[in-house]
């Protein structure tokens, strides 16, 4: 079946900047989507369609993607961003969803 | 504003059933794909099923497929999942999520709060 690797744990300071990658075969041809997730909480849509930010999105999460690997990249991470943060996206079929295994990000 | 709202959680035995409810509101619901999603506690998302807007499309994990049955009544704006045969590994925060709608709404947008399902003994 498809799958999408993520690193474990992302850790940055306060003020740098964090990436998480996201890996697999039909990255390509399909869009991913980021979502973070809080301690407790359900996960809330971060990026879609690789790039685009929903409303209510602060603008330090940005996404980008090529060939194989999207990426999640918060500029300027801020304690409160603290969070595990997973991509999802469809296999070849665009009929199966999957998600990434998580990336635990640490800002401290 | 949109509200999706799961009930039918609890503890159940191996073996047994349970049907999950989504009551969804503040939106179309006959327009929107929806979703189930679980997550094992402590650990990461795991997508189960998804359903077309008129029912008529289904699609299942792998460790779903046979045994869980996604539906859905537009009639009442309400999402089931149907689960047979529960395994102690089916034990999971189960979430319904809204669907994407192309030109409109980017999918798994909306999430409910989860429902509890424990299997075991």
């Known amino acids: 079946s498809y799958e999408l690797t993520q690193p474990p744990s992302v850790s940055v300071s306060p003020g740098q900047t964090a990436r998480i990658t996201c890996s697999g075969d039909?990255?390509?041809?399909?869009?991913a989507y980021w979502y973070q997730q809080k301690s407790g909480r359900a996960p809330v849509l971060v990026i879609y369609?690789?790039?685009k930010r929903p409303s209510g999105i602060p603008e330090r999460f940005s996404g980008s993607s090529s060939g194989t690997m999207a990426t999640l990249t918060i500029s300027g991470a801020q304690v409160e961003d603290e969070a595990d943060y997973y991509c999802?996206?469809?296999?070849?079929?665009?009929?199966?969803?999957?998600f990434g295994g998580g990336t635990k990000l640490t800002v401290l | 504003q949109v509200q999706l709202v799961e009930s039918g959680g609890g503890v159940v035995q191996p073996g047994r059933s349970l049907r999950l409810s989504c009551a969804a509101s503040?939106?179309?619901?006959?327009?929107?794909?929806m979703h189930w999603v679980r997550q094992i506690p402590g650990k990461g998302l795991d997508w189960v099923a998804v359903?077309?807007?008129?029912?008529?499309?289904?699609h299942y994990a792998d460790s779903a497929k046979g045994r869980f049955t996604i539906s859905r009544d537009n009639s009442k704006n309400t999402l089931y999942l149907q689960m047979n045969s529960l395994r102690p590994d089916d034990t999971a925060v189960y979430y319904c999520a809204r669907g994407g709608v192309v030109g409109s709404s980017p999918p798994l947008d909306y999430w409910g709060q989860g429902t509890l399902v424990t299997v075991s003994s």
């Open positions: 039909s990255l390509p041809t399909k869009y």
């Open positions: 503040g939106f179309t619901f006959s327009l929107y794909p």
């Open positions: 359903i077309s807007d008129d029912g008529s499309s289904k």
């Open positions: 999802c996206s469809t296999d070849s079929s665009g009929k199966f969803w999957v």
């Open positions: 369609e690789d790039t």
